[in-house]
Each structure stands twice: as structure tokens, then as C-alpha cells.
């Protein structure tokens, strides 16, 4: 943290993780086959990231300092990049190689971490809760551990006071005011805040080869091959399906009086009601 | 870290200062710190003479054979064990059994002792005990040392958690440190017969896709497990198990992360996760006053009110009753969607329900597709009367 002992200021040094997703909005089920109709799916910045972005971008109006995107995707994600410059971060690195491909979620976090540490000082790390295609919430803890810093997961309040972070959390039975202090990893949910829209003029900007956008490899920020990518991941897929819908699906009919009573019936030959 | 020093083991003989070829290992205070030059290439891992430098990379290639025992991490709430915790012993009795070795519950906090008979009342063999006045409930940086320590000192092959809000804030970090896999928010957990590896099934892709994982070289292998799921053994009152009590070692970066205050007013309770019979609804119910419809059907069943994603931001539900992909993934005995289309969103968190009856008035939404009862028609006349229905058959008793 940057800090003016004459103006009292201190300046945030921010860093937010941006996944780029299909939207699985889109993604329909083929009724017939019970598979998903991935064609023609648009890429999405991931939903809790943009709340990600929207609390750095935030703490930085109110403190100063600087936002950094950081994103590991294939060399598409890009977008989602300038997507983050448009709505104001002032940079942005990709993480894009095809070493990286194939990574779950040890190697992500490795890789992550790998750059954050390469960018150097930061003072807060924000990410999305979860991510929509793989869903695992997993990789903030992650980070997290790698970076060796505190962690408040599903923050929707965050404040930096006399270099502290105050944040509240959602619990599942309150909400829970913590502190702790910088630097730390939060995550947010949509609960957090409003994502503002990209700023038209800085997201055509963003388009321009000299736009504050890095594009790293392994060796950019030091990786070790043997822990990035599908090498450095202990988690193998042996196989996936789709979900039998084996299920017999009872229809009731009549009018609605005789389907409750008939619907009541098989609650209680169920021992549910 | 990918690389890191065991600061107990470190003899401070300096070997490894040299032995970096990139200058990232100093000593201080007599002991190894590797700084962030570190690319973990592992030079300085060979070079030790005490083994005090481990690395991830050495963890992927563990040998496997080395690893023994399914450990369950057990989890408490406002002093209570939680009932996920006993499903994940009916899961892991079963792994242990496929194995041919022992279940074992850890239990960790600051005043846990107590619950080692019902550890082993609902099958461990053994119950590892951790206590300390740090090991506060849900605190993340203090149990993922405790844990962490004990699985690097006992190596388990398997540890499960559950997939409870804290335990997929835990389970990460305990899998970051010691270097292994994590498979999240399991929903089947089996033995590969052959190779005697965790084969861990979990939906992804809002529950459109299933996905098996596995983890063949790496040790423990860890999962959480969507709470619900799993089925808890009937209690054998007088089971025994051996309790071994484990040493602690917090630190005091452990309690970087303080509580401040839990304002629990805040929120109504709603643990969704644990009700027996939900009532949902969607777009279809319409307004604030069609949810009144639903609560009342809810306190004839003895119910949950809970509903989608739409629901909830137009504001007719709290958002802490939201069911699906960015809601809570529930199980309950019965689930009764009224007025919802069954979005990929949605589903990925109530198609576990056990029984589900639909209501809709398209015969083509999604939801019938996972629905065990179809109700065709307009809930505004169907609830209405399987209320009355429901009424009448209470004073039949
Ligand atoms: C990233 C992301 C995350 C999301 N996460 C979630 C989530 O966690 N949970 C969630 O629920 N959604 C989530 N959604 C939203 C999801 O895609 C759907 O938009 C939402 O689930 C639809 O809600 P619904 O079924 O209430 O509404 P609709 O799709 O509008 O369906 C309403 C249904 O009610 C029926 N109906 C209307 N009137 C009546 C009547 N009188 N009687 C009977 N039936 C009637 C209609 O036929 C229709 O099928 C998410 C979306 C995204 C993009
Ligand atoms: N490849 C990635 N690049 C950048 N950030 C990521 C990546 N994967 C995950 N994240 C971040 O981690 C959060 C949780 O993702 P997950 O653990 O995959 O559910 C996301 O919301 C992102 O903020």
C-alpha cells in the first residue's frame, strides 16, 4: 500500500480475477437426448466477477490506486479483459498458453498466484464467488492459501480503514462483520453491489494494440511446466454423463379438486404428508 | 506454496541457500525463507537433509500405497455436530469398507471432545481429537492448520468435508497446502474396484452434466459432499472407537481474520439445506400475495418457502431462499415447484429432491422433465384445494 503520511491517504493496489464463461443462460437441454446445445453459445465475463470488478473499482474511487485484471483463458478471453478496461481497471494481464490448458483447480490457483506474486505488491485480491461453468468456489480459498493471506469468502460489504480490511460476510444464519489485515482475498456475490456498464469510449480504447493489456506465458511469471495446466493437476475427469431421467414421471389429470386429493394420496403413500 | 519449508524440521544448516539457483532462499532467525524468486524447481528439495523443504511436485507423485485410511472432517455448529456431518460417516463407512480400512472422524474445535461417542456410534473406527481455545467455529486459517498437520503427520487416503458454506471455504485451503486435488460438492462417492481410487461424482454445468473425477497419483484425495445427499447409519448405541487425541500448533497469523460482531437479526434463520419438505415458487406465482398462497400450503406441511432466482428479484422472497446455481443446492424429502419454468439454474440445486411435484401450466416446461408428479394446470386452483385436501385430512386423525 502506497501511503501519504502527510495527506493521511493510503493507495489500494487491487487485482481482480475475471474468468470467462459460456453463459450457460444460453445453454439449452436437448429435450430428446437430456445433452446440452452448446452451438452459437456467447462468452460472458462470469457473473460474481463483475461485482468482483465493480468492488475494486469502488475501493479505488475512494482510496486511489490501481485495479488489475488478471484472467488465464484461451487467447478469447481477451474480451473479457477489455470488457474490465472498459468498466475502468487501469490493466490487465492474460494468462494464455497452451501449457496452461487443462488446469483444475490446484494448477489455476497455482498459476494465479504465480502472476500476482510477478506483479508484485498488491494489497487486495478480489474474485467472483463461484464460476459458472464449473461451479466449484474453489479457486479464491486457493489463491488465497498460495498467496498466504486471510480470506473472507462471500463478502457483501467491503471497506479499507486505517489499512484494514472491514468486510461483512453471508452466513448461514447472519451476517458476519469481520476484519482483518491487508493484504487478504476477498470473494462477492451478486449480493455485493451493482456492476456499473463499460464506458463506451475506454472499452473501443481497450481494442488498441498499445492498450494496458500483458499477454503472459509460463515463463512470464516463472511457472514451474510441472504444476500448470492438466500436468500440474491431480484431478482427473474418468468420465461424465448425462443424468438418467429414469424417473417415471406421474401425471395427474381432472379438475384441480380431484388432482389435489389425488396429489394428497400419493403424498401419503409416500409417508410425506 | 509450491515450495515451502517445514520451519520445525529446518536444521538450519544453510544447504539449500546455496543450492538455489535463483538466490530465493535466505535464513532468518536460523531458518529457510524462500521469497517469491521462487520458481519451485525443486533444486533446494533435493538438496535438504531433513526433508524440511517439501513441494507440491512431490506431492503429485506420491506413493500412493503409503496413504491409508478415509478420514471425515467432522464440522459444529453453534456448538452442535452438524447432521451433514453424520452423513458424511454413512458415506465414508462404506469407502472404508470398499478399502479395507478405517473410518476415521476428526473433530476439531474448541471444545469437541464430547462428541467422540457419537462419532463412533455412527461408524468410526477412530476419532482424532484436536482442541484448542483458537479452533473457534468457522474459522478457516486455524482448523486448515490443524487439519493439515494431522493429514501430513497420519496420511490419510481419502478426506471428505462437507459442502457446507465453511467446509468449501476450508477444504481449499487445506488442499492448496498439502499440494492434492479437491473435487467440489459431491453428490456420489464410490472405490474404483481395480485401482482402489476415490471415484467422485459431482454435477456441473447447473446439474446437465455429471462428472466423474478422480485423483490417481495424488494423495489424500480430498472431496466435500453436498450435504443431503448422503445417508447417516442408524445410531448402534455402545459402538466404540478409539479416540487419539492430536496435538495442535496454531500460530499467531492463524488468527489474522477476527470476528467482529455476528448480526444475526439481520437474517431470518433459513437453512434450506436441512428442511425436509420445501414449497418453491417461480415467475409463475406472480406477486408478494401469491407467495401468501405458498406459505400457507408451506404451514400445512410443515414446510420451507423458498423460489427462484425471479422470485427473489422482484422482491416476492428474501435472497437468502433462493434455490439453484447462485442459491442454495438443497434435498429435501418433497419439493414443490409451483409456477417455475425448472431454468439449468434452477435445477442444479433441487434435483436431488428426492420427490418432486411440479406445477405449471405449460405441459412442455422443463421442469416436468425431473418431476416425479406432473400437475398440469394453474397452481391459483390447484394449491388452493390441496390446501383444503391437506386440511381435511388432518382432522380425519
Ligand atoms: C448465472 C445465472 C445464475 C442463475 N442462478 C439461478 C439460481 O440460483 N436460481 C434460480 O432459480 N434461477 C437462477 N438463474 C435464473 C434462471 O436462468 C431462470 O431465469 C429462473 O430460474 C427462472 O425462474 P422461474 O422459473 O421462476 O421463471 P420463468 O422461467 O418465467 O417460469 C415461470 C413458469 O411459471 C409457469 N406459470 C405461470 N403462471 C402459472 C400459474 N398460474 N400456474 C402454474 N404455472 C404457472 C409458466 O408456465 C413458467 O413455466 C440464474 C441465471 C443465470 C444467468
Ligand atoms: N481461469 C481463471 N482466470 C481468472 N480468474 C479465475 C479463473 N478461474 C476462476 N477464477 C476466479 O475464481 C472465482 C471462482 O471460480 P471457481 O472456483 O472456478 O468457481 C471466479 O469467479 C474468478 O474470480
Same mark, same amino acid.
Given at each position: 500500500m502506497y501511503r501519504d503520511a502527510r495527506l493521511g491517504v493510503a493507495e489500494l493496489d487491487v487485482i481482480v480475477l475475471v474468468k470467462q464463461v459460456p453463459n450457460t443462460a444460453e445453454?439449452?437441454?436437448?429435450?430428446? &437426448?437430456? &445433452?446440452?446445445?452448446?452451438?452459437?453459445v456467447e462468452s460472458i465475463i462470469n457473473p460474481d466477477d463483475l461485482h468482483a470488478l465493480e468492488a475494486g473499482l469502488r475501493l479505488r474511487e475512494s482510496h486511489g490506486g490501481r485495479v488489475t485484471a488478471v484472467s488465464m483463458g484461451p487467447p478469447q478471453a481477451m474480451d473479457a479483459l477489455r470488457e474490465a478496461l472498459g468498466m475502468g481497471a487501469d490493466a490487465a494481464v492474460l494468462l494464455t498458453d497452451?501449457?496452461? =490448458?487443462?488446469?483444475?483447480t490446484l494448477a489455476t490457483s497455482y498459476t494465479l498466484g504465480k502472476c500476482i506474486r510477478k506483479l508484485g505488491r498488491f494489497d487486495l485480491v478480489v474474485a467472483g464467488?463461484? =464460476?459458472?461453468?464449473?461451479? &466449484? =468456489?474453489?479457486i479464491g480459498p486457493q489463491v488465497a492459501e498460495y498467496l498466504d493471506v486471510p480470506q473472507v469468502i462471500r463478502a457483501t460489504r467491503l471497506e479499507v480503514r486505517d489499512g484494514e480490511l472491514h468486510a461483512e460476510r453471508t452466513h448461514e444464519d447472519g451476517v458476519e462483520a469481520v476484519r482483518c489485515a491487508l493484504p487478504a482475498l476477498v470473494t462477492v456475490t451478486r449480493e455485493a453491489n451493482k456492476p456499473r456498464y463499460p464506458y463506451i469510449p475506454r472499452l473501443m480504447a481497450a481494442?488498441?494494440?498499445? =492498450?494496458p493489456i500483458k499477454t503472459w506465458g509460463p515463463k512470464d511469471i516463472g511457472a514451474d511446466e510441472r504444476l500448470i495446466g492438466l500436468k500440474g493437476s491431480p484431478t482427473q475427469v474418468q468420465k461424465t454423463f448425462t443424468p438418467k431421467l429414469e424417473k417415471k414421471v406421474e401425471k395427474l389429470s381432472g379438475q384441480p379438486a380431484e388432482m389435489a386429493r389425488a396429489l394428497v394420496g400419493r403424498l401419503k403413500e409416500r409417508r410425506l404428508a | 506454496m509450491a515450495v515451502w519449508v517445514e520451519k520445525d524440521d529446518? *536444521?538450519?544448516?544453510e544447504t539449500c541457500v546455496e543450492a538455489c539457483p535463483l538466490g530465493a532462499i535466505s535464513m532468518r532467525d536460523g531458518l529457510a525463507i524462500i521469497d517469491e524468486?521462487?520458481?519451485?524447481? +525443486?533444486a533446494c528439495v533435493e538438496s535438504c537433509s531433513t526433508g524440511a523443504i517439501k513441494s507440491d511436485a512431490a506431492a503429485a507423485k506420491?506413493?500412493?500405497?503409503q496413504y491409508r485410511d478415509v478420514w471425515i472432517v467432522a464440522e459444529t455448529r453453534h456448538g452442535r455436530v452438524r447432521p451433514c456431518t453424520l452423513e458424511l460417516l454413512g458415506c465414508g463407512r462404506g469407502l472404508a469398507n470398499a478399502l479395507d480400512q478405517r473410518l476415521c472422524a476428526v473433530l476439531a474445535g474448541k %471444545? !469437541?471432545?464430547?462428541f467422540a461417542a457419537d462419532m463412533a456410534e455412527h461408524g468410526a473406527d477412530v476419532v482424532y481429537v484436536m482442541e484448542d481455545?483458537?479452533?473457534?467455529?468457522?474459522?478457516?486459517l486455524p482448523h486448515a492448520r490443524a487439519i493439515t498437520d494431522a493429514a501430513r503427520e497420519k496420511k490419510p487416503a481419502v478426506v471428505l468435508f462437507s459442502a457446507t458454506p465453511f467446509g468449501r471455504e476450508l477444504a481449499p485451503r487445506v488442499s492448496r497446502r498439502l499440494g492434492t486435488g479437491l473435487t467440489a460438492d459431491c453428490t456420489e462417492l464410490g472405490i474404483d474396484?481395480?485401482?482402489k481410487n476415490l471415484l467422485q461424482t459431482r454435477p456441473a454445468w447447473g446439474g446437465n452434466l455429471m462428472a466423474t473425477i478422480y485423483s490417481p497419483?495424488?494423495?489424500?484425495?480430498m472431496s466435500t459432499v453436498r450435504p443431503g445427499v448422503m445417508k447417516a447409519l442408524p445410531r448402534e448405541p455402545g459402538r466404540k472407537a478409539d479416540i487419539v487425541g492430536l496435538k495442535v500448533n496454531l500460530k499467531? %497469523?492463524?488468527?489474522?481474520?477476527?470476528? !467482529? %460482531?455476528?448480526?444475526?437479526?439481520?437474517?431470518?434463520?433459513?437453512?434450506?439445506?436441512? $428442511?425436509?419438505i420445501i414449497v418453491s415458487g417461480g415467475n409463475?406465482?406472480?406477486s408478494k400475495e401469491g407467495f401468501k398462497l405458498l406459505e400457507e400450503l408451506a404451514a400445512v406441511l410443515g414446510a420451507e418457502v423458498a423460489g427462484t432466482r425471479i422470485a427473489v428479484e422482484e422482491g416476492w @422472497?428474501?435472497?437468502?431462499r433462493q434455490v439453484g446455481q447462485t442459491g442454495q443446492s438443497v434435498c429435501p424429502d418433497l419439493y414443490i415447484a409451483c409456477g @417455475?419454468? +425448472?431454468?439449468i439454474q434452477h435445477r442444479s440445486g433441487?434435483?436431488?429432491?428426492k420427490t418432486i411435484v411440479a406445477i405449471n401450466t405449460?405441459?412442455? *416446461?422443463?421442469i416436468f422433465q425431473i418431476a416425479? @408428479?406432473? !400437475?398440469? $394446470?394453474d397452481l391459483f386452483k390447484v394449491v388452493p384445494e390441496l390446501i383444503a385436501a391437506l386440511r381435511a385430512r388432518g382432522d380425519e386423525c
Amino acid at each position: 500500500m502506497y501511503r501519504d503520511a502527510r495527506l493521511g491517504v493510503a493507495e489500494l493496489d487491487v487485482i481482480v480475477l475475471v474468468k470467462q464463461v459460456p453463459n450457460t443462460a444460453e445453454v439449452k437441454i436437448d429435450p430428446r &437426448t437430456g &445433452t446440452l446445445m452448446r452451438e452459437g453459445v456467447e462468452s460472458i465475463i462470469n457473473p460474481d466477477d463483475l461485482h468482483a470488478l465493480e468492488a475494486g473499482l469502488r475501493l479505488r474511487e475512494s482510496h486511489g490506486g490501481r485495479v488489475t485484471a488478471v484472467s488465464m483463458g484461451p487467447p478469447q478471453a481477451m474480451d473479457a479483459l477489455r470488457e474490465a478496461l472498459g468498466m475502468g481497471a487501469d490493466a490487465a494481464v492474460l494468462l494464455t498458453d497452451r501449457a496452461f =490448458a487443462g488446469a483444475d483447480t490446484l494448477a489455476t490457483s497455482y498459476t494465479l498466484g504465480k502472476c500476482i506474486r510477478k506483479l508484485g505488491r498488491f494489497d487486495l485480491v478480489v474474485a467472483g464467488h463461484q =464460476a459458472i461453468d464449473g461451479d &466449484t =468456489a474453489q479457486i479464491g480459498p486457493q489463491v488465497a492459501e498460495y498467496l498466504d493471506v486471510p480470506q473472507v469468502i462471500r463478502a457483501t460489504r467491503l471497506e479499507v480503514r486505517d489499512g484494514e480490511l472491514h468486510a461483512e460476510r453471508t452466513h448461514e444464519d447472519g451476517v458476519e462483520a469481520v476484519r482483518c489485515a491487508l493484504p487478504a482475498l476477498v470473494t462477492v456475490t451478486r449480493e455485493a453491489n451493482k456492476p456499473r456498464y463499460p464506458y463506451i469510449p475506454r472499452l473501443m480504447a481497450a481494442f488498441d494494440p498499445n =492498450a494496458p493489456i500483458k499477454t503472459w506465458g509460463p515463463k512470464d511469471i516463472g511457472a514451474d511446466e510441472r504444476l500448470i495446466g492438466l500436468k500440474g493437476s491431480p484431478t482427473q475427469v474418468q468420465k461424465t454423463f448425462t443424468p438418467k431421467l429414469e424417473k417415471k414421471v406421474e401425471k395427474l389429470s381432472g379438475q384441480p379438486a380431484e388432482m389435489a386429493r389425488a396429489l394428497v394420496g400419493r403424498l401419503k403413500e409416500r409417508r410425506l404428508a | 506454496m509450491a515450495v515451502w519449508v517445514e520451519k520445525d524440521d529446518c *536444521a538450519g544448516c544453510e544447504t539449500c541457500v546455496e543450492a538455489c539457483p535463483l538466490g530465493a532462499i535466505s535464513m532468518r532467525d536460523g531458518l529457510a525463507i524462500i521469497d517469491e524468486k521462487c520458481n519451485s524447481c +525443486g533444486a533446494c528439495v533435493e538438496s535438504c537433509s531433513t526433508g524440511a523443504i517439501k513441494s507440491d511436485a512431490a506431492a503429485a507423485k506420491a506413493d500412493t500405497s503409503q496413504y491409508r485410511d478415509v478420514w471425515i472432517v467432522a464440522e459444529t455448529r453453534h456448538g452442535r455436530v452438524r447432521p451433514c456431518t453424520l452423513e458424511l460417516l454413512g458415506c465414508g463407512r462404506g469407502l472404508a469398507n470398499a478399502l479395507d480400512q478405517r473410518l476415521c472422524a476428526v473433530l476439531a474445535g474448541k %471444545e !469437541v471432545k464430547g462428541f467422540a461417542a457419537d462419532m463412533a456410534e455412527h461408524g468410526a473406527d477412530v476419532v482424532y481429537v484436536m482442541e484448542d481455545a483458537g479452533l473457534e467455529e468457522g474459522r478457516t486459517l486455524p482448523h486448515a492448520r490443524a487439519i493439515t498437520d494431522a493429514a501430513r503427520e497420519k496420511k490419510p487416503a481419502v478426506v471428505l468435508f462437507s459442502a457446507t458454506p465453511f467446509g468449501r471455504e476450508l477444504a481449499p485451503r487445506v488442499s492448496r497446502r498439502l499440494g492434492t486435488g479437491l473435487t467440489a460438492d459431491c453428490t456420489e462417492l464410490g472405490i474404483d474396484g481395480a485401482t482402489k481410487n476415490l471415484l467422485q461424482t459431482r454435477p456441473a454445468w447447473g446439474g446437465n452434466l455429471m462428472a466423474t473425477i478422480y485423483s490417481p497419483d495424488s494423495r489424500p484425495q480430498m472431496s466435500t459432499v453436498r450435504p443431503g445427499v448422503m445417508k447417516a447409519l442408524p445410531r448402534e448405541p455402545g459402538r466404540k472407537a478409539d479416540i487419539v487425541g492430536l496435538k495442535v500448533n496454531l500460530k499467531a %497469523e492463524d488468527a489474522r481474520l477476527q470476528v !467482529v %460482531e455476528l448480526k444475526k437479526g439481520l437474517r431470518k434463520k433459513v437453512d434450506l439445506t436441512e $428442511a425436509k419438505i420445501i414449497v418453491s415458487g417461480g415467475n409463475g406465482v406472480g406477486s408478494k400475495e401469491g407467495f401468501k398462497l405458498l406459505e400457507e400450503l408451506a404451514a400445512v406441511l410443515g414446510a420451507e418457502v423458498a423460489g427462484t432466482r425471479i422470485a427473489v428479484e422482484e422482491g416476492w @422472497i428474501t435472497a437468502d431462499r433462493q434455490v439453484g446455481q447462485t442459491g442454495q443446492s438443497v434435498c429435501p424429502d418433497l419439493y414443490i415447484a409451483c409456477g @417455475i419454468s +425448472g431454468a439449468i439454474q434452477h435445477r442444479s440445486g433441487m434435483a436431488g429432491a428426492k420427490t418432486i411435484v411440479a406445477i405449471n401450466t405449460d405441459p412442455n *416446461a422443463p421442469i416436468f422433465q425431473i418431476a416425479d @408428479i406432473a !400437475v398440469n $394446470a394453474d397452481l391459483f386452483k390447484v394449491v388452493p384445494e390441496l390446501i383444503a385436501a391437506l386440511r381435511a385430512r388432518g382432522d380425519e386423525c
